[in-house]
């Protein structure tokens, strides 16, 4: 059964594995270094479908058939999944797995999306409530685009603080028994908001949820970064990244030797045009999927920490002049199960 050792963190006792794993990118997110990883890139970005918001459910779809392949499993196999996406009503993730008839938990944590799915998906497993569970989420540079700031015709210019919204989806399985990547712990994050209202300075909206949320971990198990061999973010990208090294100064705690950031991994700020980084659901899902676990179960990291990190906002709540709420949940990913 769980422990819980503070408000936030969570111990799990039996260290639920992750069974299997699958990515699938846009044609951006395939130019960029982690091109040879993914599990598919599509160099049509419409996916072969109609609309954009159609192209998004059909990347959730080829993520979630995936890995169900890799993981010798069926759907009825799969006792529940958590799943979300960013546009309104998280249609992206309802209408892709309406197919599958697996008992459905829709979440919305924004760009947080894909380690609240894992998170929840590794505490119902350990609490015995699943035997088997799907984590899943997806994001698509046209949708959030349209849905957020302006129409693709717009052609506004982008500030240099802004980031780039990932075409890209992951979806992983996490199952009672099996072998690494194992899911050790989490800790569930707080709303945090120092009262930026710029819609293009997300990194600097979630930093201060990303500081409260990895101290709060290393408070609660008693532990240094220098514990970890990996601490990944995502996406706070390079204005974020850099704020979070200056609130965790002020507390005394340095992670720029360990830390990488899933919005700066996606892309190749050198050759693409993304400015501050990556963003979106399917950025630190993407870089999740196949990056990050692959580098776990090859044995390359012993230990590593999985933050993502969302912005809450909404249109409405932005055009009403409200400040961005961020959120951030921390997964403990090990390749030992004891």
Not at 80 to 101: E, H, K, M, T
Not at 182 to 196: M, Y
Request: glycine residues 10%.
């Amino acid at each position: 059964m769980p422990n819980r050792i503070s408000q936030s963190t969570i111990l799990l006792p039996s260290a639920p594995s992750i069974l299997a794993y699958a990515a699938v990118a846009g044609k951006k997110e395939g130019e960029g270094p982690l091109r040879e990883e993914f599990d598919l890139i599509c160099d049509d970005t419409t996916f072969g479908e109609k609309t954009w918001e159609k192209a998004e459910m059909r990347m959730q779809m080829d993520a979630e058939s995936r890995v169900l392949k890799k993981a010798d499993l069926r759907p009825s196999d799969i006792d529940v999944v958590f799943a979300g996406d960013l546009l309104n009503q998280c249609i992206s993730s309802a209408y892709s797995l309406r197919g599958l008839q697996i008992p459905y938990i829709g979440l919305y944590g924004a760009c947080s999306t894909m380690a609240e799915s894992l998170m929840l998906s590794s505490m119902f497993v350990d609490a015995g409530l699943a035997n088997r569970a799907m984590a899943v989420t997806s994001s698509h540079f046209c949708t959030a685009e349209r849905q957020f700031r302006f129409p693709l015709e717009y052609g506004g210019q982008r500030t240099p603080t802004a980031q780039w919204t990932a075409t890209a989806a992951g979806s992983l399985i996490v199952g009672a028994h099996g072998e690494a990547p194992f899911v050790r712990g989490v800790c569930v994050g707080k709303i945090g908001d120092l009262g930026i209202k710029d819609l293009n300075n997300m990194g600097a909206a979630m930093a201060p949820a990303a500081a409260d949320t990895l101290q709060t971990f290393l408070k609660d198990t008693k532990t240094s970064p220098q514990d970890y061999d990996r601490i990944f973010t995502g996406d706070l990208g390079q204005v974020g990244s850099d704020l979070l090294y200056e609130l965790l100064s002020r507390e005394g705690i340095d992670i720029k030797d360990r830390h990488d950031d899933c919005g700066l991994l996606l892309y190749d700020r050198e050759t693409q045009d993304v400015h501050a980084g990556g963003s979106g659901c399917g950025c630190s899902a993407g870089v999740l999927c196949s990056h990050i676990l692959k580098l776990v179960k090859n044995g390359t990291y012993e230990n590593v920490l999985f933050m993502a990190t969302g912005a809450l906002m909404s249109p409405t709540s932005v055009q009403q002049g409200e400040s961005i709420p961020g959120i951030a949940h921390l997964v403990h990913i090990s390749r030992k199960g004891e």
